[in-house]
């Protein structure tokens, strides 16, 4: 059979709220490539590889082919351009770190709130390898129009889950506020600096910082959720 009758190329978007997938089963995040075909899926743990070890200006077609092993014209024909690979690259990147924070949450249920969400951002910092990755892609979409609108769409739902963590708003409740989905914003401000700090400087005291923003934020965060609690309550 051809390569090419392997199935058609799973439609790029952001993840979307549904019943489960079967990389994620019992949460709510969808695997946005659960419905790849298997070449595809491929192509996408290979440029996640070549992301790793060479950096974005390594991230070439021919490069990931290569790793793949397959013909480099597989990747135009799955991802459209190595644009399209680069998005479905973020996609992926924004499922892991979602499907993370929401077995955190199954496991832990009681235990949502500030040292919770600081716990992940430990986590979370201290994974060089996901940061540089998060980073080199960060830094493609500032300068292209289209990847900077999509990754400006997920880092809406980067806030609301760290709304969820910290208990401010839950992942059935509608976050429409404009103080509460600017909290989210701090919250993820926090998340992402702490992480670049960590991964450029071997000597920057995380876990100082961290108690730093507890002791900064700590009030505000549990004066939020009690506000949120009594809105939720009246509505």
Not at 192 to 202: A, H, I
Request: proline share 6%; net charge negative; charged share 25%.
């Amino acid at each position: 059979m051809s390569e090419h009758t392997e199935g058609p190329r799973n439609p790029r978007g952001r993840p979307r709220k549904t019943v489960g997938s079967p990389a994620s089963p019992g949460l709510d995040i969808q695997d946005p490539t659960a419905n790849l075909p298997t070449t595809a899926r491929s192509i996408l743990a290979a440029a996640r590889a070549v992301l790793a070890e060479r950096g974005l200006e390594g991230l070439t077609i021919e490069a990931v082919a290569n790793e793949a092993n397959v013909s480099r014209t597989l990747i135009p024909y799955h991802f459209g351009s190595r644009a399209g690979l680069v998005e479905i690259l973020f996609d992926s990147l924004f499922h892991d770190f979602a499907v993370g924070i929401r077995r955190r949450q199954l496991a832990e249920p009681s235990q949502t709130g500030l040292t919770q969400y600081l716990d992940l951002v430990r986590l979370e910092a201290s994974d060089a390898a996901a940061q540089r990755d998060f980073f080199e892609l960060v830094v493609v979409a500032l300068r292209e129009d289209e990847l900077r609108r999509r990754i400006a769409a997920l880092f809406d739902s980067y806030r609301v889950l760290a709304l969820e963590m910290t208990g401010i708003a839950t992942a059935s409740t509608p976050v429409p506020q404009r103080e509460v989905i600017a909290v989210g914003a701090v919250l993820q401000a926090i998340n992402d600096g702490l992480g670049l700090q960590e991964t450029l400087d071997p000597d920057f005291d995380l876990e100082g910082a961290v108690a730093a923003v507890e002791w900064m934020i700590g009030p505000a965060i549990a004066e939020m959720r009690q506000r949120t609690a009594r809105a939720d309550a009246d509505s």
